[in-house]
């Protein structure tokens, strides 16, 4: 092809432009005048908001309704409650704080930093109590990791219940935790005096009514472990443990004690309240396991959803969700739309971080056929997301932990959506 039949830049872009509105539908017809464009608009029209109108940033109005929902028939009182992330609603991977899940057994208490101690005793060299002040001083570390509650998606064993991501699988949030390594204290305490650390456990405990008391084995508190005073880059909020958290990655939320005020080296399990009677897994038999802190790989489509229907007709359609694992890595996620019969890799948007939220893509043109849309995750150890068949088949009916099945959602030809089960 001569230099003349080449096509420019700036026609290849008109071109690429025409197709595209005669795909999406978005672009108004030739010759249509769009108002929005040719009329003069009231925000273009006068001034808008000083700098000092909002000291601390909020959301705008229109987008209200990105909010943590409860349900108000799942627990007996707010006060030991959950409200549940919009997940279906944001996109990327990092959860903003005021989205993030609240998981409380005796209420979100106020707790000044000035008022703050942190207690580290038993089998120690030298117990100690740090002030918020004395923790800023050590060496610090950033983060990324997620937080889970055991149940999420616990209401979906029996069948499909929620209708939206938001209430199947909304109890858990992906934040930037800065703090200090639990090793760096239980180090700076000394543990010549608990011997060999081999069969040694620490038991964390939280400063408000209930302690949410739980056994931590030594091996994974000195792992990666963190106390945690700041998640995203600000001061935690209140309901998320202000001022001080603690951080165990990738095992079940449960763990992750807020209003952190104690840590005690022990030579055995502590057996709380929340370690034995809550936070085991009930098999068929009625045998329970414990020690199930890990919270294995797991995916969600976000969009489309029951709360994320399409709205927009056929054409391009962005299928898009978030994997996770507790074990390290995700490396792939596949997605079908036939209920499994047949699968797609999807796209991650960017490599797999160690317990942390992936976002997936796939990208496809939908042109209204019906859908039964579900992914699966695999991780860095070749774990693979089962189904809730599966996973009924080795625990039974009587969890209500522990739910990493894949999930089912229906999309109709007019691009409603519903939670369905396929297993």
Known sequence: ??????????????????????????????GTPDPLITELQDWTSGLGDGVDATPYGMPIEFEKDVVRRTVPWLTADPISSINFTPIHALDGTITPQGCAFERHHSGAIELRKEDYRLMINGLVDRPLVFSYADLERFPREQHVYFCECAANTGMEWAGAQLNGAQYTHGMIHNMEYTGVS??????????????????????????????????????KALDDVLVAFKANGEALRMEHGYPVRLVVP??????????????E???????????????????????ARKWTWVMDAKSVITSP???????HGH?????????????????????????????????????GTDK???????????????????????D??????????????????NSIYHNNCIQTWHVTPEGVTENVEVS
């Open 305 to 311: 959803s029951p709360q994320a229907p399409i709205t």
């Open 1 to 30: 092809m001569s230099d003349l039949q080449k096509p420019s830049r700036r026609a290849f872009l008109r071109g690429s432009a025409a197709a595209a509105a005669g795909t999406l539908g978005a672009a108004a017809s030739a």
């Open 356 to 378: 942390a939220l992936t976002r997936f893509y796939l990208d496809i043109d939908w042109q209204g056929e019906e859908m039964l849309l579900q992914s699966r995750a695999m």
């Open 380 to 397: 860095e150890t070749g774990y693979i997301q089962p189904t809730k068949e599966q996973l009924r088949e080795v625990r039974g009916l």
């Open 182 to 219: 639990l090793r760096t204290l239980l180090e700076e305490a000394g543990l010549d005096a608990a011997g060999d650390l081999g069969d040694k456990w620490v038991y964390v405990e939280g400063a408000d009514a209930s302690s949410n008391g739980r056994s931590i084995p030594m091996e």
């Open 265 to 287: 080296v022990t030579d055995m399990a502590v057996q709380s309240r929340e370690e034995t009677s809550k936070y085991t897994d009930v098999l068929e038999d009625g045998t």
């Open 315 to 351: 054409g391009p359609l962005v299928i898009t969700g978030l994997a996770w694992s507790g074990q390290g890595k995700i490396t792939r996620v596949d997605v079908s739309r036939d209920g499994g019969v047949t699968w797609e890799t999807a796209r991650l948007a960017a490599p």
């Open 250 to 263: 990738g095992w079940e939320g449960n763990m992750w004690v807020k209003w952190l005020r104690r840590i």
